[in-house]
């Protein structure tokens, strides 16, 4: 990122005669949204890293890999069928997890050119910067799984708990990318090399293929379901699945929520007091 970039982005709050506007004077929620859609404009001008790669994995493993184990679902001990029914709820949520390094290495890089060094001189709120990146890092995920959905529905996945259970799915999305990109983000702000959050990539695949978003425990061997029942992903897809083909328990749905709060509270537990030291730096 240049000056020409952050110069556009601090001139929002300059006043009609070219004087600086204290930011302080506005409400948190104007801040946040003045920050978010300045996010949303630098996401645009890479669409590839943030919008368009997210969905390319999700989109691969939904029919190729799909393709390949469709025979698996003719088991009698398979729960879902088709194959891609079962599959289509944890890709989604993948979609959330892919890209996550994208946002921790832009404010990396928003301290490095001297972003948020400028935001600080205009009194802007450090809680409205972070707020604004979490809620961006809950949106960004949103078009990559609906083409999930969409691709998962053409090719045999339903909605047993009808169109309102689309609306849980995406809320799902959001959160789950929020608590697994504090990840990211804790890495950024430790190690403040924009290259550490992308190495963290592979990351995903771990805790895909160590979870059910593939394979229901009952098929896999003893060590592997042994790790999916400790793997915070797999209750994260099973309240997934129970949306999107049911049945919607409170079984499947609380485990999921309890992951998603306590991922949430412990990330930004970390994620937080860093950024706090960042700013002060």
């Known amino acids: 990122m240049t000056d ?56 691969f493993a939904e029919t190729l890999v ?28 993948l979609a959330g997890m892919m890209g996550s390094g994208y946002s921790a290495t832009a404010l990396v890089l928003d301290v490095q050119t001297g972003f ?10 450090p809680s409205a910067i972070l707020l604004s990146r979490i809620i961006f890092d809950a949106l960004r995920v949103l078009p990559a799984a609906v083409v999930v959905l969409l691709v998962g529905l ?5 909605l047993e708990s009808g169109p309102a259970s689309v609306v849980g799915l995406l809320v799902m ?26 190495a963290m990539s592979p990351l995903f695949i771990l805790l895909m293929f160590t979870s059910t978003a593939a394979m229901p425990t009952s098929l896999q061997p003893g060590w592997l379901a042994s790790l999916a029942h400790y793997n ?5 897809t099973e309240g997934a699945r129970a949306l999107m083909t049911g049945p919607v328990t409170a079984h499947a749905l609380l485990p999921a929520a309890a992951v998603l709060v306590v991922g949430i509270a412990l990330t930004q537990g970390f994620v937080i007091p860093l950024f706090r030291r960042a700013v002060e730096r």
């Not at 999305?173 to 992308?198: D, E, H, K, M, R």
């Not at 915070?232 to 994260?236: C, D, E, G, Q, W």
């Open 4 to 59: 020409t970039d952050v110069a556009p982005d601090t001139a929002a709050w300059r006043t009609p005669h070219g004087t600086s506007q204290s930011v302080s004077q506005n409400h948190l929620a104007g801040e946040v949204w003045m920050l978010l859609r300045r996010n949303i404009r630098e996401a645009l001008r890479s669409p590839v890293i943030a919008f368009i790669f997210p969905v390319l994995f999700p989109l």
């Open 66 to 93: 799909a393709s390949s184990y469709a025979r698996v679902s003719s088991l009698e001990s398979f729960p879902i069928q088709p194959y891609t029914a079962y599959m289509a709820p944890g890709m989604m949520l």
């Open 116 to 125: 948020l060094q400028r935001l600080r001189l205009l009194n802007v709120r």
């Open 154 to 158: 053409a090719l045999g996945a339903r």
């Open 173 to 198: 999305c959001s959160a789950w990318s929020v608590a697994y990109g504090g990840l990211f983000y804790i890495v950024a702000l430790t190690t403040w090399n924009p290259q550490a959050p992308l």
């Open 232 to 236: 915070p992903f797999t209750y994260v």
